[in-house]
T-cell receptor
Framework: GQSLEQPSEVTAVEGAIVQINCTYQTSGFYGLSWYQQHDGGAPTFLSYNALDGLEETGRFSSFLSRSDSYGYLLLQELQMKDSASYFCAVFGSGNTGKLIFGQGTTLQVKP | EPEVTQTPSHQVTQMGQEVILRCVPISNHLYFYWYRQILGQKVEFLVSFYNNEISEKSEIFDDQFSVERPDGSNFTLKIRSTKLEDSAMYFC????????????FGNGTRLTVT
């Protein structure tokens, strides 16, 4: 089966940099995704890493190390609107596109 | 930008009643999903649907649940006899043909079973 671990909460100040880590166990690996969810809202796609290394999209970057079964989401120049939950997720082993989500990390950005 | 739409946004029902949650996926997407999220918890997979049939379902998706794509645009989740523990946010999602393409989620239906 699949399981993912990430910290439950992270707090940072506006303008800072924060890193949210994710470790995973999976039978068959098809990439690590990150989703953002504001309170009560829809999860929205942030990034996807299929290969090792860093992917950058504006203020957000995501890193993957397949040998360590580890990835992280890096948020730079934090803004108040970045306060949200962040979920790492892996695709299931079946050919269905199913995503398995971690428990989520609640990021609180303070002024 | 095209989006997944869900109705209703809130649904209150009594235990034992049937509910139907409705979704309109993005029109050129081929994979459809239902997920649920109990308050404060993670997003849990319920079922995936492709080519007019269920392609995978979780252990949560028991005989009380069913899905249908009655026409070319709608995708529905039916809970036959609701239980208190079915209270959750239900998200519909869709993705393009590539199985590793990102999922696009609707805004969800908050189901409250009393």
């Amino acid at each position: 089966g699949q399981s993912l671990e990430q910290p439950s909460e992270v707090t940072a100040v506006e303008g800072a940099i924060v890193q949210i880590n994710c470790t995973y166990q999976t039978s068959g690996f098809y990439g690590l995704s990150w989703y953002q969810q504001h309170d009560g809202g829809a999860p929205t796609f942030l990034s996807y890493n299929a290969l090792d290394g860093l992917e950058e999209t504006g203020r957000f970057s995501s890193f993957l190390s397949r040998s360590d079964s580890y990835g992280y989401l890096l948020l730079q120049e934090l803004q108040m609107k970045d306060s949200a939950s962040y979920f790492c997720a892996v695709f299931g082993s079946g050919n269905t596109g199913k995503l398995i989500f971690g428990q989520g990390t609640t990021l609180q950005v303070k002024p | 930008e095209p989006e997944v739409t869900q109705t209703p946004s809130h649904q209150v029902t009594q235990m034992g009643q049937e509910v139907i949650l409705r979704c309109v996926p993005i029109s050129n997407h081929l994979y459809f999903y239902w997920y649920r999220q109990i308050l404060g918890q993670k997003v849990e997979f319920l079922v995936s649907f492709y080519n007019n049939e269920i392609s995978e379902k979780s252990e949560i998706f028991d005989d009380q649940f069913s899905v249908e794509r009655p026409d070319g645009s709608n995708f529905t989740l039916k809970i036959r006899s609701t239980k208190l523990e079915d209270s959750a946010m239900y998200f519909c999602a869709s993705s393009e043909e590539d199985r590793v393409s990102p999922l696009h989620f609707g805004n969800g239906t908050r189901l409250t079973v009393t």
